[in-house]
């Protein structure tokens, strides 16, 4: 694996069979979750809604928006997607730094609810030390009452280790926190998600076809992975039009596969 982002063609990236890329393969994840009427990685509760390339709505974190429901109490995921990512703040990271500028600006919309809502980045290939290093920031800062005490830990006596400390000062100008309350806040609404696993073949993709085959009519000629490679071309063509799904036009959209259970009315959300 590589931290690197490779500048390729998306021909070159394809993650599976159909010619999907990596992104269409995490929409599709989330779009099962809705389908399924359940709960799916990154926030907590059920998926009532899947939107992707969200910039002329208004919202910075554009690639992917995931809405849920948690006991009645609404949270939204902003994510981009990358197959390949370099964690640092090294001023030439201009893809990383693109994140954590997204993600603040995200976190100043009036929709942006903080301590509920989350932004940040979901990735297939990163290096695994420098996640572990942004990991124990964030986690950090969630274990952090106040600013002084998130700051704390990146003193002499404190817990963080060279990595955090460097990681920690060359994001704090991208950041544009003033002090240390806003820095703490910026990384108590961030979140660092790995996913792998969607490519064809792969444990977490075959976990999904077996999921979606509970819900097709009959399971002949590979229907559940059709389904799937379903999804995952609904995705690709939302992308063109900033396309919101909730679970009713989701299940339209593939009716003709799904028995009558998994097809909620058009007014269902």
Known sequence: MTDKLEQKPAATELAGGAGFTYEDTVVAYYLTHLLRHERAAGQSGIVTSVAVQQRGQGNP?????????DASKARTLGLQIKRSLTISGAPSNKDFRAIIEAATKTQTLSSFTKGTDLCGFIVEFVTPDAMRTLKRVIDWAKDSPTGSEFAARFTASGSAAVAETALRNDLRPVL?????????AFYQNFTAMQLGGLEEGGALRIEIVNRLEELVVENKDGVDLLLFDRLCRIARDGAATGKRWNRAVCSNSSAAWLNSRSCPSSRTT
């Open 176 to 184: 544009g926190a003033t002090n240390d309350d806003e820095e703490l």
């Open 61 to 69: 974190m554009d690639d992917l928006v995931v809405t849920f429901d």
